[in-house]
Nanobody
Framework: QVQLVESGGGLVQAGGSLTLSCAASGRTNSIHTMSWFRQAPGKERKFVAAITWRVGSTDYAEFVKGRFNINRNIGRSALFLQMSDLTPEDTAVYYC????????????????WGQGTQVTVSS
């Protein structure tokens, strides 16, 4: 129903900035919320940020500390994560995820996921 493809990952020095992108296709009109998650080696996946597709309401993990900004372009069906003041602890695979309105009403987990993009922050 919905396909997600992340891009924009790479190597960046501590204190630097990087912007991740997520291209959505398929029945994008069914999307209620889109989010970014990340997973470091040997650690559990963590929530990073979320945005409601239509209204644009946002939510951020506390460890982001105002450094990250999530936004979307509805017309282009694109999701972005602008990251600043990066530290080595931000090193992880970042995943784009989407949840439909039906899944939201049923309290179901995000059902659509991208393949992930690697972000590596050097000290």
């Amino acid at each position: 129903q919905v396909q997600l493809v992340e891009s924009g990952g790479g190597l960046v020095q501590a204190g630097g900035s990087l912007t991740l992108s997520c291209a959505a296709s398929g029945r994008t009109n069914s999307i209620h919320t889109m989010s970014w998650f990340r997973q470091a080696p040997g650690k559990e996946r963590k929530f990073v940020a979320a945005i409601t597709w239509r209204v644009g309401s946002t939510d951020y993990a506390e460890f982001v500390k105002g450094r990250f900004n999530i936004n979307r372009n509805i017309g282009r069906s694109a999701l972005f994560l602008q990251m600043s003041d990066l530290t080595p602890e931000d090193t992880a695979v970042y995943y784009c995820a989407a949840r439909s309105t039906i899944a939201l009403l049923n309290n179901t987990m995000y059902e659509y996921w991208g393949q992930g993009t690697q972000v590596t922050v050097s000290s």
